[in-house]
């Protein structure tokens, strides 16, 4: 609440948006109002709580037993000798999941800089095999070890989906890692991942937001990171202040929508069944 | 520098803007652009981009073949199989004109390309996915313990998922359910009291009860509904599934908005390296 | 009876090879001699079924194909059913792709039922529009500007020359959508991007996989019903009265699924087993 700065800026925003309503608001679909004021009041939150853990604030996030076996699972690799295999998802980098899935291997390619461990992460797109090898270039850099970088360590196998699979299962069986990583956006060829990993007796972690693949990354492997924990890993992993603020607005906002939710149905039931109140469906409702 | 931070940062930050702001404006080349041409720009990239990820696979494959790194044989096959695609893509219709122009001949009988698609890629594909048959019957097999309560309530809902829907489970009478329960419960009771006389009295009286109900009501196959594994099937469907299916995918959304909110609004710049 | 625990606890330890090699078995053998289980379709296949009942006839529909040949056993019984159910109600079919895989599963369930079955008349009574590059901005193209996105169909004949054309311009000019999908692009963006904005009705055919994450939309009225996997495209098959190969591998699914509950209950039981000895010592 002190952070005057903040107040400022969301005050100055909301006076020029109601400037602009009250002279007609050009160029605005009125119907999709309710969504627009929304999402500033989502931004707003997660600002507020990004400004506030910048100023010095602290939160407490739970332990998640997923990226605290990640360095576990890069130490592992290093006393057994053998690689650790990463695989950021088969989608490209327009999906958040495969963004998500690059900054994590950032952190990854921190970790196997600092331990020595060689890191093969194979990839199903162009555009994530580039954002991916600066992602790990840069990690190596900021570990004082450019040397240890190589760019074959980040390649290109297919697009195909279950091609990409063949040819991950194939380095999986052949190379056999000590460790492996799937973080990102994942389709059927999940499992199929998953249980050849397990095959090979490596330590698995998954990460991913695809909620059909879900189910299948907990039974096969040791650790899943499931939807929202996932995005939240660049904030656990790096634990900068401004990612973790974010996630506290998360919380924040699905605290929001669980107390909309419940007043939704209190409204709708008293309107259904006596009239009263309003048919809260059609003001949440947006097309 | 500056073309390596700033400006990237600066393309992402007004891109994203205008994206989600986009879907607010009535303004004609806005929404065209948001619509559009921004997909289709980055699907652009991305297409120009598939030759760097061909250029790359080709480099690391060649040289496994060069430097007779173990494996290099499967190399040869790749690298064949790219420049068999490639041939009959670009090169080798194998038909004349007039049953196939060139783009038209991808999906025209009589093809190479056609012929490719038909016994070399469908083949392959289906195995790859048929694994997953094989895979799931094996994952289920080592993760379907009764570890806890939450772990056995998993494996019930399971089993009648995957019972109530196929056809075998509208074959299996409701009543033949309501005897499993009374000698689940039996074996339950029987753990719990350590006595033979009260599991045997249970078991007898539960038994007698299904029986007389059955008897009396002509033993329908699927009444009681309740028991009726596809009726049971679908209500888990339709509500305690679809109840977890939507809280996930709130999270998820919300997980997808806070993440590009901090790439739009510059706090998260790992793209970039940083 | 240690004798039996023993064995108990041998299966709870099995090589998972001896598992794929009696899944193999079991869906094998069905599909040889098949066993002929009854199928009884569910409310969500339905309502697919009423609602394409329901079209006037002549009404335009359009088929969005994005599956590939992995879940070809799945969706393309949907594909040929619902093809079939549209052709015989002699309503206008637009065929789509979000895939380019789906291209070629498009050709050959036209090949199938449009050609061979009925003796449809390209252009007439169906057309082939093709696949577009573009993932959703395909789906946002074809509900802005159709004509704009595809000037010519997969056989590379411009648009304004097919008859069946005439008036289509975008997605409102449609009476129906669906969608045969195993992923994404596909059913997720049709009702977010067209079906839902514009009120256009659509039912989705989906993997088995996918349901879960299709059923909200159901539910919430969004899509009048959805086929699940090859259960749903079996209990299509049974409505329209013409079994296919969905129906034909129900038999081989049940077993199956038979079979994998009989391994989880017997793992569970060696799993007992086992937590009993060792509680003893």
């Known amino acids: 609440m002190k952070d005057k ?137 900021i570990e004082g070890r450019p040397d240890m970088f190589n760019e074959d360590m980040v390649h290109y196998l297919t697009d195909d989906q279950f091609a990409y699979a063949a040819g991950v299962n194939g380095i999986m069986v052949r190379e056999k890692p000590a460790a492996c990583m799937y973080m990102g956006k994942f389709y059927a060829e999940s499992l199929i991942l998953a249980e050849t990993g397990n095959s090979i007796g ?34 656990y992993l790096s634990k900068k202040p401004e990612l973790i603020g974010g996630v506290r607005g998360q919380d924040m906002i699905k605290a929001a929508v669980i107390v909309t939710i419940i007043f939704s149905i209190i409204i709708m039931t008293l309107y259904d069944n006596t009239g009263i109140g309003f048919d809260v469906s059609k003001l949440l409702t947006i097309r | 520098m500056i073309w390596k931070r700033q400006i990237p ?34 699907d652009i990239l991305a297409s120009f981009a598939i030759i760097l990820g061909a250029l790359n696979l080709i480099k690391l494959q060649v040289q496994k073949i060069l430097y007779q790194k173990p494996g290099w044989i499967y190399s040869v096959v790749a690298v064949m199989g790219f420049l068999f695609a490639i041939t009959a893509g670009f090169f080798v219709k194998g038909v004349d004109d007039s049953v196939a122009q060139w783009g038209a001949h991808v999906t025209t009988d009589g093809t190479l390309f056609k012929w490719m698609f038909d016994y070399m890629f469908s083949p392959m594909s289906a195995t790859m996915f048929s694994l997953l048959a094989f895979f799931v019957a094996s994952a289920s097999y080592r993760a379907f313990r009764i570890r806890n309560f939450e772990a ?19 074959v299996i009478s409701s009543w033949f359910v309501m005897y499993l329960i009374v000698l689940s419960a039996g074996i339950y009771i029987n753990v719990w009291k350590k006595d033979m006389n009260t599991t045997f009295v249970f078991v007898a009286v539960g038994i007698s009860i299904v029986t007389i109900a059955g008897f009396m009501y002509g033993w329908p196959i699927d009444k009681p509904g309740i028991f009726y594994l596809p009726a049971i099937q679908e209500w888990i469907y339709y509500y305690p599934n679809v109840a977890g299916a939507r809280s996930i995918m709130i999270g998820i959304g919300l997980g997808i908005f806070a993440t590009s909110i901090r790439y739009i609004l510059g706090i998260e710049r790992s793209y970039i390296g940083e | 009876m240690s004798k039996i625990q023993d064995t108990f606890l041998k299966i709870g330890s099995i090589d998972r090879r001896w598992i794929f090699l009696i899944i193999a078995a079991v869906v094998i053998v069905p599909l040889i001699f ?36 992995s879940t070809r056993p799945e969706n393309h019984p949907m594909t040929i059913s619902i093809l079939r159910h549209l052709f015989k109600n002699n309503h206008k079919v637009f065929i789509t792709c979000l895939w380019p895989d789906g291209q070629f599963m498009a050709q050959d369930a036209i090949n199938q039922v449009a050609k061979q079955e009925f003796n449809k008349t390209y252009g007439v009574d169906y057309v082939f529009l093709g696949f577009r590059p573009g993932n959703e901005a395909v789906v946002k193209g074809i509900v802005s500007n159709l004509r704009k996105l595809y000037t010519v169909d997969v056989y590379q004949k411009k648009i304004d020359e097919i008859p069946l054309m005439n008036g289509i311009n975008n997605f409102k000019d449609f009476d129906f959508l669906f969608s045969s999908s195993a992923g994404f692009p596909g059913t997720i963006e049709w009702v977010q991007y067209a079906s839902d904005p514009t009120g256009i009705p659509m039912a989705s055919g989906v993997t088995s996989i996918q ?71």
Request: aromatic residues 10%; negative net charge.
């Open chain 1, 5 to 141: 700065q903040f107040w400022l800026v969301t005050g100055i925003i909301a006076f020029i948006f109601l400037l602009y309503w009250i002279m007609g608001h050009p160029y605005l679909y009125e119907d999709r109002i309710v969504m627009l004021i929304t999402m500033f009041l989502m931004g707003s939150t997660l600002m507020y709580n990004v400004r506030y853990a910048q100023m010095g604030g602290e939160f407490y996030l739970r332990p998640i037993p997923g990226l605290k076996a990640v360095e576990e699972a890069v130490g592992r690799s290093t006393e057994m000798g053998r690689p650790i295999l990463y695989v950021p998802g088969i989608q490209d980098m327009d999906q958040v999941e495969t963004v998500a899935g690059v900054i994590v291997l950032g952190h990854v390619a921190k970790m196997t800089a600092r331990y020595e461990t060689s890191l093969n992460v194979p990839v199903s797109r162009s555009i994530v095999m580039k954002a991916a090898r600066e992602a790990c270039r840069e990690s190596y850099m």
């Open chain 1, 202 to 235: 490596a330590i698995q972690i998954a990460g991913t937001a695809s909620q059909a693949q879900i189910p299948f990354f907990v039974t096969a492997c040791d650790y899943t990171l499931i939807g929202e924990e996932f995005f939240a890993a660049s904030a």
């Open chain 2, 9 to 42: 940062i600066l393309i992402v930050t007004i891109v994203g803007w205008i994206t989600l702001l986009g879907w607010f404006i009535d303004q004609p080349d806005i929404q065209e652009f948001v619509n559009d041409d921004a997909t289709q720009w980055f």
């Open chain 2, 152 to 170: 056995t309530l998993l494996l019930v809902s399971g089993i009648i998922i995957m019972v109530g829907r196929v056809p075998i489970g509208s």
């Open chain 3, 34 to 69: 098949p066993v002929g289980l009854p199928i009884r379709p569910t409310d969500t296949t339905k309502n697919v079924y009423d609602s394409i009942e329901k079209l006037p006839a002549g009404s335009k529909v359009l088929l969005s194909v994005e599956y590939s040949p």
């Open chain 3, 211 to 281: 349901v879960n994450e299709v059923m909200p939309y159901v539910q919430a009225g969004q899509m009048v019903g959805v086929l699940a996997g090859m259960p749903g495209a079996a209990e299509y098959e049974a409505l329209i009265n013409q079994k296919g190969s969905a129906t034909s591998g129900m038999d081989a699914q049940s077993v199956a699924h038979l079979v994998i509950v009989l391994f989880i209950i017997l793992g569970n039981v060696s799993f007992f087993i086992e937590r009993n000895r060792s509680k003893k010592y």
